[in-house]
């Protein structure tokens, strides 16, 4: 059972946590000295940690009405003998960069946040306004193939240089992004094939259907597979589940297209944030798509199982076995119940964490009989979590044995929504977990495999790190935690110490890359 937060803890508590989403106009270029670490740093850790996240909460004196309408600081933390580094930089959008030359506001904001009267006025006047949401860029960061790319819902991704940060431009993907213009955030890997594999959505609007866009991609970027979907009622692709031989997407009572809607939100009456919310007209479950190729004359199979209403941001893992209709999927996801919606309640977190906690559950999808099994394990029942990860290299499990144990969480105390103090590591298996207590806000658990790019074939699933930005509130600084990920509960073995002038606001998504990019050499 997880409670709301009492009134002492929404007056003493979450204005503290709050501050942690504070601007940071400046971006950083540095090597940690010796007095800013904790600890030590692992001999063998190397590579680079990447996070992407709204780096500000106004524009030039405008406040935002919710933190995902901010425009998006990517931040690279490199791991090289012992040494780290630190450079942050704004991801340089067209709203960015036409913002920062006004000095002023000029966009809207999906979430609702509005650009101010007199200058919508001046905009509209001269008709420099109408030109669509802004373009955060900030939701995740990802490296493959030579690029380094930043992401939001419905935009194209933006190239970065992997060495300075510095922004290069929109990036179509060799044009098949060209017709959808939008890659969504969050992607996965078939380690057995070495692809990537993404998603590109847009939704229905003016009688035309949702397009769904699946692409997988070998690391010189030519695409192996490109699948174009119309799926009847898909209205929001955020994350999306990989097996062997399935495509699975959530089919999510929370969004809704109608003309109306649609007209309510040109009118700037609503936004499409705003208007996230439980639907009991529409349908809940999940489609199963078949991956690979379609013989000649036969059409792709579509699946799809009715689930209990609730809304997922975030899949976790997925095992298959067995094929055709003796498949069987187990897989694992953050639910969030049918209060949830998207006001930035008390500015603790995203949403209305305090009356619509999101919390793990287990599903299994019996292709035999087409049902679909929701259960919330007991060891996970009563933390309220998000931002749940994995190995990323065990999306596709080599072998049987590889299947995906581990599920990394940021949580809240037991029974608790906010603010989120713990990292637990999850064991799907055995059902238990461990669990680090922090003394102040942890982001998410972003794991670092020891061994690279070898991780899929190679090692126990745990052999490695978790690393995540941390916030003291007290202090109003960040830090950056090291984990050992097989003994989550003995706490950080290494702190990167950002210190008070260098505060960097909370983030969304991280990534590991397992090397180095160039970087001046340290002066320690």
């Known amino acids: 059972m997880i409670r709301k937060l009492t009134k002492e803890e929404i007056e003493k508590v979450i204005p503290p946590v709050a501050r942690g989403w504070e601007t940071q106009s400046l971006e950083f270029d540095f090597w940690f000295e010796r007095s800013q670490i904790t600890g030590h740093v692992p001999q063998d850790l190397y590579g680079t940690f990447l996070r992407n996240g709204p780096g500000l909460t106004d524009v030039y004196g405008t406040p935002l009405k919710h933190p995902i309408d901010g425009d998006g600081m990517v931040c690279a933390i490199t791991f090289v003998n012992g040494k780290v580094h630190f450079r942050s930089r704004y991801v340089s959008t067209k709203n960015h960069q036409q913002e920062a030359a006004a000095h002023e506001m000029l966009y809207d904001g999906a979430m609702g946040s509005r650009v101010p009267e007199p200058a919508r006025k001046r905009l509209l006047e001269s008709k420099q306004f109408g030109m669509g949401f802004r373009d955060p860029a900030h939701t995740n960061v990802f490296y493959w193939g030579g690029k380094l790319l930043a992401c939001h819902e419905y935009a194209l991704p933006h190239t970065l240089d992997p060495s300075t940060l510095e922004t290069i431009g929109p990036d ?45 991609f070998d690391r010189e970027w030519n695409c192996q597979s490109e699948i174009p979907l119309e799926i009847e009622g898909l209205n929001y692709a955020h994350d999306f589940l990989l097996t062997r031989d399935w495509y699975i997407f959530h089919i999510t009572p929370f969004v809704k297209t109608s003309p109306e809607l649609t007209k309510l939100i040109m009118q700037g009456k609503t936004s499409p944030g705003e208007s996230m919310k439980y639907y009991k007209d529409s349908k809940s479950g999940m489609i199963f798509v078949q991956r690979g190729n379609v013989q000649a004359g036969k059409e792709r199979s579509f699946i799809f199982m009715e689930a209990e209403p609730c809304h997922i941001f975030h899949f976790c893992n997925a095992e298959q076995t067995g094929s055709g209709n003796d498949t069987v999927i187990r897989f694992g996801a953050v639910c969030l119940p049918k ?54 290299y065990r999306h596709v499990p080599a072998k049987s044995s590889s299947a995906p144990r581990f599920v990394y969480l940021m949580s809240g105390q037991k029974g608790i929504p906010l603010p989120f103090t713990d990292i637990v590591k999850y064991d799907t298996i055995s059902e238990t977990t461990v669990a680090w207590h922090s003394d102040g806000v942890v982001g998410e658990p972003v794991f670092f495999p020891r061994l690279g790019n070898a991780s899929t074939f190679y090692g126990d699933e745990d052999d490695g790190w978790i690393i995540t930005q941390f916030y003291r509130p007290s202090k109003h600084e960040t830090e950056f935690l090291v984990l050992d ?25 991280g990534t590991f890359c397992p090397y180095v990019f160039k970087h001046p050499s340290p002066s320690l």
Not at 498 to 509: A, L, R, V
Request: with cysteine; glycine share 6%; charged share 25%.
């Open 172 to 216: 179509t993907l060799g044009d098949k992004l060209k017709k959808i213009k939008a890659l969504s955030a969050h992607y996965r890997y078939d380690g057995v094939k070495d692809l990537l594999v993404v998603i590109g959505f847009r939704a229905a609007v003016r009688n035309k259907p949702s397009t769904l866009l699946v692409l997988e």
């Open 339 to 392: 209060s949830f919606n998207m006001e930035w309640q008390y500015k603790g977190f995203l949403s209305n964490t305090s009356d619509a906690p999101g919390v793990y559950h287990d599903y299994i999808a019996d292709f035999m009989t087409r049902k679909l099994i929701r259960t919330c394990p007991a060891p996970v029942a009563d933390r309220s979590c998000e931002f749940p990860t994995i190995n990323p």
């Open 485 to 509: 990920a097989k003994r989550i509960q003995d706490g950080p073995v290494c702190r990167l110490k950002m210190g008070t002038e260098k505060h960097i606001p909370y983030s969304f998504h």
